[in-house]
């Protein structure tokens, strides 16, 4: 009965003051959409990840390899069967059809161990047809659509299968690669017999690998699933200090109730108690509406995250969001988390609170000199971890923890910075409503600083995050020019026909240039191998950020290979280092390129040296130099004589186009977090303005009551919003530029392999400007409406006696 | 005359309907003269020193303030009253928190524009705030707290000081060094005063003294030479 009436008399502060709890559950269910959204497509993606890892039992059975990434001979297979090893071959191959990418897996299922048969296929009543010509070519329902018309074996949906990956027979793949007798790898059964000889000691330079329960994409996409969950988690902090700030107003408004109920008997333990089962019951009512908003959130950003990773890293990851109820479950306990978080203080108040503790409705907000003295401090030594953290470590994590450090260094140094301005101002000033108007606002500060941290948090995010993207555009714009100099690029159906259109061009066009590349493990991971022609086109235009000066002199002559940055940062490769390829032969780095976009490492030599060491290269591709005019008539000409599907005919303006179609795509996710963010950041404003606001009269009836008007309280209290908001504006602009120079210098280089320039935009600075002035405007809206429709009777009451 | 009221009359919106608050009020009060208001809770004093002050409208009746009727302002108008001839000490003392003691005192006589240092130093000395000047105030006792807000308003050397129930919140001794000190700065300065009080005591040492009751003057008592 006690705990019941306390309960009631603590719930009645929520039916008078509305706004206050629809601003709680709010903060608290943004807070909580945000990061449920972000962690929902983390969690599809991953779960595709996991079954492209256990399309061949990989996450589970060991395999067979060659060290050199060379494939394995049919010889060699035979030799190990024969000495009782359980091995089923494999090959794996890319299949192009036109613009479609299939990757083609090819098995043998009569001795595939169940582990590594993709479900449906293994329990197959069309053995026979899979085995004997023209065979069955399993696939998702998605690219059987996709394929429809090519042609290929009959297609046989899949429900275990990823969207662009076909799975047949190990001898309908050899042929359809053109690989015949080829072996990429060898599964081996579980259970071998203890007494068989080591591989190596039956096929020189081949190896056993473990089970790998990550996969590749999983490894290659984890940077960017962590910088994705670095933004959720940025948006819930913003989030959370709507929540922090309601809370804590809450409890200090309801200190006089605190009192009477401990002085009518209410032991301190069941009031903190009562305190904790409300914000529970707040926790899982907004936990609620936070999944269920995270759902939606998800599922408006999941189609660009996957366009994304598709783009990006050649992941397939479906479009739609699954219900996954570790994911509900999750949201619910961040949520109760954050609440948690953010009532810590005001709960440890409560418990610690003497009887006899007078009423001070702003007591929370007062923030005294040591308090922002200890901020600094706290500031300066965040600051000086996350320096000797840049200097000294290195990885993605620390990365990121730069980016946590230099944002909270500066968040919690905010408050301490607009106090010393404030201060000074004061003392500069010498018209009384001035100094009133800067000493008034050093007064509100502990109350807004929360929310001009998460201005600060927000903005800074927009200005690091809109510089990088703008810095990669601008690269990337003039790395593309650079690096895609052939005016048209065309693929042949066959060798055959490569063989007639290599013919049919001399004397159409400038230069014939093949692209032509094998796949393959170099230094233990997989990698491009590409040969390119001694030609000025890549003499000129080749984007290198280092060489020496005979580069395509070794390059040409075989003597010497290019490598990607990734490579060379990764390996910390150098020009002079010796570099092993697929195969098992040996060259020399002569030169270093930039490659943005590409998630492998790649490796360039010359054409000959590349026939000559893969002899079975696809030689279907090729650039075309020509007179840009010439293109149109060209492609023509290319389409009627060799009947080409269109998209077997990519002309520059096309290719550039979809290039930069994948990059904007890729920072599509990253600027919606980013504007979610903001708008999280607007709505904490607009919280504190109207916590503010309620307890704003006694402050001003005064000065109304010295001779200010209305209109002028309301004016100076809106010059207040614009001043803070530009002033916490013009501090983001360092931090933002640090933050971008972070992610350009230390984070892209640990997630993608690539450094990039740094360039700024001021125009992009105006843009955000006006954005936060209009948000910070449009937060403080209500409260200053309110404001200007306060009667002087409202304001008798701060003076009346009798109220 | 400098305060002149003419059948003044308010009533207050309420949700039974509208509540008288003052009815026909006519009062006068000469420069450099003092006038008590007494009365009991709800009797109309503070509204009728609202209405004075130009901080609230009457629903009827003139009230002229230094031969002004102020009636006729708008709220442009009323400010400017409120800041050059008029000067209000309230019970709360409403001092502005976020000031220095010193910046407090001369805040209003700076609204005004008749800021005087000397002045201010020797009502600083009266009313022995010279250890206090950088404190903040919160950091002060009702007293001391009082005692800033009479200065602010003396400092600016009104026409006319409105206190609604200065010593309310002070004990009786502080209180009366309070009202002394009050009084005579209000004399020194030629000022009239105004105020509103419980206390028969205080109010006796007033010149004039009103008791209002339900809304309308029930007694005028004038101090005896």
Do not use: C
């Not at chain 2, 005192?105 to 609204?111: D, E, I, K, S, V």
Request: hydrophobic share 50%; net charge neutral; no cysteine.
């Amino acid at each position: 009965m006690m705990r019941r009436t306390a309960m009631s008399a603590l719930l009645s502060h929520w039916r008078r003051r509305p706004l206050q709890l629809v601003m709680l559950l709010l903060g608290l269910s943004l807070a909580t959409a945000l990061w449920s959204g972000v962690q929902a497509i983390n969690a599809e993606a991953r779960a595709s990840y996991d079954r492209a890892a256990a399309t061949l039992g990989q996450d589970r059975l060991d395999r067979i390899v060659s060290v050199t990434g060379a494939p394995i001979a049919q010889s060699e297979f035979i030799a190990l069967r024969r000495a009782g090893w359980l091995v089923s071959p494999v090959i794996e191959g890319t299949l192009r059809l036109g613009p479609t990418r299939l990757h083609l897996i090819g098995i043998d299922p009569l001795t595939m161990p169940a582990e590594g048969m993709a479900g449906d296929i293994g329990a197959t009543n069309d053995l026979l047809a899979f085995l004997t010509p023209p065979g069955l070519l399993y696939v998702s329902a998605e690219t059987a659509e996709r394929l429809s018309g090519q042609s290929l074996p009959p297609l046989k949906v899949s429900t275990s299968l990823l969207a662009g990956i076909g799975m047949t027979d190990i001898g309908t793949a050899q042929q359809l690669l053109g690989k015949p007798g080829e072996i990429s790898q060898l599964i081996v059964a579980p259970g071998q017999r203890l007494d068989l000889p080591p591989v190596e000691q039956i096929a020189q330079g081949l190896v056993v690998k473990a089970p790998d329960a990550q996969g590749d994409l999983a490894r290659l996409t984890d940077s960017f699933h962590l910088n994705l969950t670095a933004f959720g988690f940025l948006a819930f902090a913003v989030g959370l200090f709507i929540v922090y700030s309601a809370i804590g107003l809450a409890f200090e408004q309801r200190r006089a109730t605190f009192r009477t109920l401990r002085s009518l008997g209410l032991p301190a333990t069941t009031l903190t108690a009562l305190l904790l089962a409300e914000l529970v019951g707040f926790a899982i009512v907004a936990g609620i509406a936070g999944v269920l908003l995270g759902y939606l959130v998800g599922s408006v950003l999941l189609p660009g995250v996957a366009a994304t990773l598709q783009g990006l890293y050649g992941a397939s990851v479906p479009g739609t969001l699954t219900l996954r109820p570790q994911w509900w479950a999750s949201g619910l306990v961040i949520a109760l988390f954050g609440t948690l978080a953010a009532a810590a203080q005001s709960l440890w108040r409560v418990w610690r609170m003497p009887l006899l503790a007078p009423a001070q409705p702003r007591a929370w907000a007062r923030a005294s000199e040591s308090g922002l003295r200890l901020q600094a401090a706290a500031a300066v030594a965040l600051f000086a971890a996350t320096i000797a953290l840049a200097a000294f470590g290195s990885g993605l994590v620390v990365g990121f923890s730069v980016l946590g450090g230099l944002l909270l260094g500066a968040a919690l140094l905010l408050p301490v910075l607009l106090a010393l301005f404030l201060a000074l101002m004061q003392r500069l000033t010498r018209r009384p409503i001035a100094e009133w108007f800067w000493a008034d606002t050093r007064q509100q500060l502990p109350g807004l600083s929360l929310a001009l941290m998460a201005l600060l948090l927000a903005l800074s995010a927009n200005i690091g995050v809109g510089t990088m993207v703008s810095s990669f555009r601008l690269t990337f714009t003039g790395w593309l020019d650079q690096r895609l100099a052939a005016e048209l690029y065309v693929t042949a159906r066959d060798e055959a026909q490569a063989a007639d259109l290599r013919t049919w061009l001399t004397g159409r066009v400038d230069a014939v240039l093949p692209i032509w590349s094998v796949s393959g493990e170099v230094r233990g991971a997989p990698a491009e191998i590409f040969g390119v022609a001694d030609d000025p086109t890549y003499r000129d235009n080749w984007p290198l950020l280092a060489r020496v000066p005979d580069t395509w002199d070794r390059v040409a002559t075989g003597t010497g290979a290019l490598i990607n940055e990734q490579l060379s940062r990764r390996d910390r490769l150098m020009i002079g280092d010796s570099l092993m390829l697929p195969g098992g032969w040996t060259t020399t780095v002569a030169g270093v390129y930039s490659d943005y976009g590409n998630p492998l490492p790649q490796v360039m030599i010359g054409i000959d040296a590349l026939t000559k060491h893969y002899p079975d290269v696809a030689r279907l591709r090729y650039g075309l130099r020509l007179p840009s005019e010439n293109v149109g008539t060209l492609s023509e000409a290319l389409r009627e004589r060799f009947d080409l599907p269109p998209e077997n005919l990519v002309d520059q303006a096309s290719l550039k186009r979809r290039s930069l179609d994948i990059f904007e795509q890729t920072f599509s996710v990253t600027a919606a977090l980013n504007i979610l963010t903001l708008g999280v950041a607007g709505l904490a404003m607009f919280a504190s303005l109207m916590t503010l606001s309620t307890m704003r009269l006694p402050q001003l009836a005064p000065i109304w009551a010295m001779g200010l008007t209305r209109r002028q309280l309301v004016l100076l209290e809106l010059a207040r919003t614009v001043v803070l908001a530009i002033i916490t504006l013009l501090a983001a602009l360092p931090v933002g530029l640090g933050l971008a120079w972070v992610l350009l210098s230390v984070v892209n280089v640990e997630a993608f392999g690539w450094q990039l320039p740094m360039h700024i935009f001021p125009g992009d600075w105006v843009r955000l400007a006006a954005l936060a002035l209009a948000a910070s405007l449009l937060s403080a809206f209500i409260p200053l409406r309110q404001l200007a429709a306060v009667s002087p009777s409202d304001l008798l009451k701060v003076f009346a006696n009798e109220r | 005359m400098l305060v002149v009221l003419e059948d003044v009359s308010k009533s207050y919106r309420t949700a039974e309907g509208p509540l008288p608050v003052l009815q026909g009020i006519d009062l006068s009060l000469d420069a450099g003269q003092s006038l008590a208001l007494t009365g009991e809770s709800g009797s109309g004093k503070s509204t009728l020193l609202h209405l004075v002050a130009g901080l609230d409208h009457p629903d009827h009746g003139r009230i002229m303030i230094d031969g002004q009727e102020i009636g006729g302002l708008d709220d442009k108008g009323r400010a400017a009253l409120r800041r050059s001839t008029v000067g209000l000490v309230f019970q709360q003392f409403n001092l502005i928190p976020s000031l220095t003691v010193a910046a407090n005192l001369a805040f209003h006589a700076r609204l005004a524009g008749r800021f005087d240092a000397a002045w201010q130093q020797a009502l600083t000395t009266r009313l022995g705030l010279e250890q206090l000047l950088t404190r903040y105030p919160e950091q002060l006792s009702g007293g001391q707290q009082q005692r800033v807000a009479i200065g602010r308003t003396l400092a600016a050397r009104p026409k006319l000081v409105l206190a609604d129930e200065p010593t309310g919140n002070l004990d009786e001794a502080t209180g009366d060094a309070v009202m002394a000190l009050m009084r005579s700065l209000v004399a020194e300065t030629g000022s009239s005063l105004l105020m509103v009080t419980h206390s028969h005591r205080l109010a006796g040492q007033l010149d004039r003294r009103i008791h209002l009751r339900s809304g309308r003057i029930d007694q005028t008592v004038e101090r005896a030479a």
